[in-house]
């Protein structure tokens, strides 16, 4: 008897369209704080990091996705900014109150 083959397609988790970061200073480091609404390409999810990365440990990126983001959505941007955390980097990601 025959079995077919199943195909195993990977998972794919969509990124929501829109976030809103917020990148906190260290307190004791330069004083400050960068917000942006945009657009999550790659391009600006390498910004997003690079602005966090260069404010230094201790810093924070806060980063708001859409309300209707689903768990896989929030887990998929989570892993984008994951690796900040090894530079030191406090990285919180949550649902906000906005649609993207």
Same mark, same amino acid.
């Given at each position: 008897?025959?079995?077919p083959n199943p195909t195993h ?18 307190? #004791? ?7 942006r609404v945009s657009f999550l ?14 404010? #230094? ?10 309300? /209707?983001?689903?768990?896989? #959505? ?13 530079? #030191?980097?406090?990285?919180?990601? /949550? ?6």
């Amino acid at each position: 008897m025959a079995h077919p083959n199943p195909t195993h397609e990977p998972t794919v988790h969509r990124l929501p369209s829109m976030v809103r970061t917020r990148v906190t200073a260290p307190r #004791g480091g330069a004083a400050g704080m960068i917000e942006r609404v945009s657009f999550l390409t790659p391009y600006a999810a390498e910004e997003i990091a690079q602005e966090a990365r260069r404010a #230094g440990r201790g810093a924070q990126l806060d980063v708001s996705v859409p309300a /209707h983001t689903s768990d896989a #959505g929030v887990a998929a941007v989570d892993s984008l900014f994951a690796w900040l955390r090894a530079k #030191g980097v406090s990285v919180l990601i /949550h649902r906000g109150d906005f649609e993207g």
